[in-house]
């Protein structure tokens, strides 16, 4: 291994890191992908996840300037094809490796960035963020996955965005005290949370229903070696949707719903044995 060969290693392998480190379910769903996966979708999952920490998380600092520097190296280091920043360096390699769009990339940094200054959102601004905090992301995810098929990839467009969008809508379900209480944010429009009703929850989740109900058809034709590590991913998020549709709306503004660790364990070996008999 030449020296070269060895940076962009280390690069991917800080993007595994980050994996690992913030999300423990996301981690083991990677597990699942056939290996030239994993890689590569942790480098897009560092990505994203610093960006989203830079919105977050850095009160203490120049949020808009270190976010504007993001952007600026994120298109610095796709152009030329390198940078000392490791998780921009194997992000870089992922988007030119497989041929991710500069559109899918604009829209999810315009999406960050709008959680710099919005708390409130229209139905237009709502769509708009959604688009491009979580479909795009499936979406790059999806150009892995299909290796260059474009004629695969088209036809698996739509459920992909689909599938990103109820993740996001169930993690504003799932987090709305933090982004209520200690961001002031309001995603969902029209909803008041001081205030949030069964009717409400009920509109919301109705939506997010649908949203898995098209997504499902779409993982059943994910490419082999993908197929099971999404179809994961779907199970968890559907339970824990369950488990926040059982609960009254006041419970649900209070609290940060979890899956337990034996149920997370039960729901990969329950997975596994219905990907394996073709039953998904």
């Known amino acids: 291994m030449n020296h070269l060969d060895l940076f962009h290693r280390t690069c991917a392998e800080c993007s595994s890191l980050i994996t690992k480190r913030y999300s423990t379910s996301f981690s083991l769903g990677i ?118 098929n474009d004629v695969q990839y088209q036809a698996l467009k739509a459920p992909a965005r689909r599938l990103g969008a109820a993740f996001q809508k169930i993690n504003f379900l799932r987090d709305i005290k933090s982004d209520h209480e200690e961001r002031g944010r309001v995603y969902f429009p029209g909803v008041d949370f001081t205030q949030f009703s069964q009717e409400d929850k009920w509109r919301i989740e109705a939506d997010i229903k649908e949203d898995f109900d098209a997504a499902l058809e779409g993982i059943r034709h994910l490419p082999k070696g993908s197929r099971l590590g999404v ?46 008999f073709g039953v998904l």
């Open 31 to 148: 597990r699942l992908f056939t290996p030239r996966f994993r890689g590569p979708v942790c480098g897009i999952y560092g990505f994203v996840r610093f960006a989203d920490e830079i919105v977050d998380t850095f009160h203490d600092y120049p949020k808009a300037d270190l976010f504007a520097r993001f952007r600026q190296d994120t298109w610095r280091a796709i152009e030329e094809g390198v940078s000392l920043n490791p998780v921009l360096h194997s992000f870089q390699h992922v988007v030119r490796k497989y041929g991710i769009e500069r559109e899918l990339i604009e829209a999810f940094l315009d999406s960050m960035e709008m959680d710099l200054t919005e708390s409130v959102y229209d139905p237009e601004g709502y769509n708009e963020y959604i688009y491009g905090s979580a479909e795009v992301v499936g979406l790059m995810c999806l150009r892995i996955f299909c290796e260059g």
């Open 231 to 276: 179809y994961l991913a779907y199970k968890y998020y559907t339970h824990l949707f369950l488990k926040i549709k059982s609960a009254p709306p006041q419970r649900v503004a209070a609290e940060r719903f979890r899956l337990s660790g034996k149920r997370k364990v039960y729901l990969l070996f329950s997975s596994a044995l219905r990907h394996q």
